[in-house]
């Protein structure tokens, strides 16, 4: 009847859902905390969300192909923990310290890839696997205390450069890169295929089990790239750093567009997913929210965005379009 | 009670079951029916015909309350009737069964049968196993079907899961039971057990309203046909005042020549030979040779071990035992990839689970296949794949909107086209095509049938997979018959008749024709 109109406004809605609540979460807490569109403030939050946005990307390539990586808070905290300790125990210098540590991370990835691939393993219960592994890792290389005393070379890339907060640069960077091979190359283009329909991507001629273990490994990069982050911003590598992580990617990946059954999903989705999530805390923060109940608010949010995309998701589809 | 005698009854108080008056639904961009009125009176088998996107699906769709209509009105037993939903729909006594069955496989016969509404007892927290056994035997037996209530879906035929919907529908005491296809995915022989079924269900007084492309089963079953094209009615009227190329002229809105267009084809050197195949329990051994520029028909029952030759040779089974010489080169194939790196192609059975990327657009669809070579450094070329998806949609006339449509939304037949066009991309020396017209409109399934046709005359060849004997008949130039997981026959097309071929699959005739390669 009447209702074309409405109906492709829905449609509208769903395609850019994220920006969509990305203002929805923006606007009142610029009405109602004068300090929140303060530059200043923006560029905390920038640079906050920066480093997680990292590891979101990761995780929505893990999302697309169906799967989920639960080692993402673990590998983050054992790549930082890794190179803060080759860099000052070792003496390896930081960016020896960094390749290596980083290359731990791919490792891990590979593994992962491979119980997944190979093995058949349920992704969930891999990754579950490893999270418990890799930070006990962390754990025992560092006897459960800090590794501190980085330089400045580590640390500068947490500092500010132009005025703005490197992190942002490296995030720009990852995003491009990542961009790239989700979605102009070959094996992003797999990754999207084996989402929609492993067993037909299969009898195409690809096969799912490679697609997956470079999946894995990207996502461990990228959770070490933000493990470094973390660990530069702080001046310190702390064994529990990253703790609660892969919620965070997980939440970021759904909020913008990333599809928990796999098959979709953006690298911009994944960092306005994160940008949602920081924006929200920060805001939260600056309106004085104790930080026990802004876990709960964070939550909460999350559940309604799900819900949004799911209904908004089945009106479309029954309406035919 | 007699037919005959059913429909003196019926003429005498005229009263129908149902009755849709005016019905009208559009969808953004496309008006998928337009003021249809159609009735059908108790105790009659209504046939409803039409290519696909004709609008049955959503008029029937709108009848078991999935879709609801733009306007209209919707009359059971004389009474105006709303059916906002699928479940009012089945309180109202409408049920629809649907090509794809909503059973659930890790549960029993009598659990799907009472699904949402077990008997209970102990204050009504606890299910009375029982007595929904026992009542849902009661309908197995009304109906005359012979599995156990307690068997797993899982362990069921599709035949067979297909008749647990239809007891459902009978346990829920439906007046009106819409089948969508439902010999699709069957053979001939349970086909006739189905259409025995819905006769009986006819004498009962159910009324049944029934989709589908085959006209022979049309003719054979119903009392009554009404034909869509466009998403209007075009045409009720009783069976035996119609003939084939009636309802097809009214399907389609003009004469088709030939139903299965017959391709000359010239035989050329050996594409494959194959020894001793074996794999799992439902194939035992096939020998068999196939040449370029043929197309070979694979007949036999459902089970009989015809899809898993196609599995082994595509590398998608193990082959356990067994020569494939392909050219004449002795291979091992041990993946799809390996298969197609040796010019082998399958176009599946299952075209949603194993065909398509239902979610993802025409273009990644059709062009999956080419990535790797349209691409460069590992980064895709858009434009030569946009070029070339363009080109083979003009090819293969596949009506969609723009390459971004989502697949899943397209008619069957132009689905088919998509995973075809993957195909030609790839352009295998061997084309297995696994039931490639099921569920496919009448002009579309002329369309394949040529382009099979065409490929075998550029010198494919071609191994096609069917249930329909009159496609096999129509399209191939030699015939080969499974039974029980064995190769049983071969005809050559003057040689072969419906009940040459249906004998070698049901065990009559035995090894006629074999090894007699020319």
């Known amino acids: 009847m009447n209702n074309k109109f409405l109906l492709r406004f829905l449609g509208l809605v769903r395609a850019n859902s994220g920006l969509v609540i990305l203002f929805l979460v923006a606007l009142p807490l610029s009405l109602l905390s004068a300090d929140f569109l303060s530059g200043n403030n923006l560029l905390t939050v920038a640079l906050q969300t920066s480093m997680i946005a990292i590891a979101a990307i990761g995780m929505t390539f893990a999302l697309i192909t169906g799967g989920v990586d639960l080692s993402v808070g673990s590998v983050a905290a054992l790549t930082g923990v890794l190179a803060a300790g080759l860099a000052t125990r070792n003496g390896l210098g930081t960016y020896p310290a960094i390749f290596i540590s980083l290359f731990a991370a791919a490792l891990i990835g590979a593994l992962n890839g491979a119980m997944i691939a190979w093995g058949r393993i349920p992704p969930f219960v891999a990754t579950l696997a490893s999270m418990a592994a890799v930070r006990g890792l962390t754990l025992v290389y560092t006897q459960g205390k800090p590794i501190s005393g980085l330089d400045e070379q580590f640390t500068f890339w947490a500092t500010d450069a132009a005025g703005i907060p490197v992190p942002l640069f490296v995030l720009l960077f990852v995003a491009i890169i990542t961009y790239i091979i989700l979605h102009r190359s070959v094996f992003g283009s797999y990754i999207f295929a084996i989402g929609g329909g492993e067993e037909t991507a299969r009898l195409a001629g690809i096969s799912p089990a490679k697609i997956k273990f470079g999946v894995y490994i990207i996502s461990a990069l990228a959770a070490g790239l933000t493990g470094l982050l973390l660990t530069a911003r702080l001046w310190s590598a702390q064994p529990n750093s990253g703790t609660g992580l892969e919620l965070d990617a997980i939440a970021s990946s759904v909020l913008g567009g990333a599809s928990l059954m796999g098959g979709a999903g953006s690298v911009t989705g994944a960092i306005i997913g994160t940008f949602i999530i920081g924006i929200l805390a920060n805001g939260l923060n600056l309106l004085e929210v104790p930080s026990y109940n802004q876990q709960v608010i964070k939550g909460l949010v999350f559940i309604v965005a799900v819900i949004l995309d799911y209904v908004l998701k089945r009106r479309l589809k029954n309406n035919g379009s | ?518």
């Open chain 2, 1 to 518: 009670m007699s037919r005959t005698l059913l429909f003196i009854k019926i003429m005498a108080d005229q009263t129908y079951r149902l009755e849709l008056k005016n019905i009208t639904k559009s969808f953004p961009g496309v008006l998928a029916v337009q003021d249809v009125t159609l009735s059908a009176y108790p105790g009659e088998i209504l046939a409803l015909a039409g290519e696909n996107g004709a609008g049955k699906s959503t008029l029937m769709n709108i009848l078991s309350g999935a879709f609801t209509a733009d306007t209209g009105m919707i009359l059971l037993d004389g009474q105006e009737v709303k059916i906002p939903s699928p479940r009012r729909a089945q309180e109202l006594g409408i049920a629809m069964i649907h090509q794809e069955l909503a059973l659930i496989p890790q549960m029993t016969v009598a659990q799907n049968i009472f699904l949402g509404r077990e008997p209970l007892f102990a204050a009504g927290t606890l299910v009375n196993t029982k007595m929904m056994q026992a009542e849902a035997q009661s309908v197995l037996n009304q109906l005359g079907l012979d599995f156990s209530v307690t068997a797993l879906i899982s362990d069921l035929s599709i035949a067979q899961r297909q008749m647990v919907e239809i007891a459902k529908s009978i346990s829920i005491k439906s007046r009106v039971i819409i089948l969508d296809e439902p010999t699709s995915a069957l053979s001939e022989r349970e086909s006739a057990k189905l259409f025995d079924l819905m006769r009986s269900l006819r004498e009962q007084g159910v009324t049944l309203i029934y989709i589908s492309h085959r006209m022979e089963e049309i003719f054979n079953l119903s009392d009554r046909v009404a034909v869509m094209r466009d998403g209007q009615l075009v045409g009720v009227a009783a069976t035996k005042e119609l003939n084939v190329n009636s309802v097809v002229q009214m399907m389609v809105g003009r004469e088709l020549k030939e139903f299965f267009p017959k391709a000359e084809t010239q035989r050329g050197e050996v594409a494959l030979e194959v020894h001793n195949l074996r794999s799992g329990s439902h194939l035992k051994d096939a020998t068999f040779t196939l040449y370029k520029g043929e197309i070979v028909g694979l007949a036999g029952l459902v089970g009989s071990g015809r899809t898993e030759i196609a599995r082994v040779l595509f590398g998608a089974d193990p082959n356990e035992g067994g020569e494939i010489r392909v050219a004449g080169k002795l291979v091992k194939i041990h993946s799809p990839q390996e298969a197609i790196r040796l010019g082998i192609g399958l176009v599946t059975e299952d075209r949603k689970a194993q065909g398509l990327f239902l979610g993802q657009s025409v273009r990644s669809n059709a062009s999956v296949s080419l990535f790797e070579r349209l691409s460069r450094f590992g980064f895709l070329l858009y434009e030569k794949i946009d070029q070339w998806v363009r080109g083979a949609i003009q090819q293969l006339n596949i009506r969609a909107a723009n390459l971004e449509q989502r697949v899943g939304n397209l008619s069957g037949g132009n689905q088919q086209k998509v995973v075809i066009a993957r195909w030609l991309a790839v352009n295998p020396q061997i084309l297995i095509l696994d039931e490639p017209t099921r569920g496919i409109d009448v002009s579309s399934k002329a369309e394949i049938h040529n382009l099979m046709g065409e490929l075998a005359a550029k010198g494919m060849a071609i191994l096609m997979i069917s249930s329909e004997l009159p496609e096999i008949l129509g399209v191939s130039d030699r015939i080969l018959v499974m039974r029980e997981g064995r190769l049983m026959a071969e005809f050559s097309r003057a040689d072969a008749t419906q009940d040459r071929i249906m004998q070698a699959a049901t065990g009559q005739l035995q090894n006629a024709g074999l090894n007699v390669h020319e």
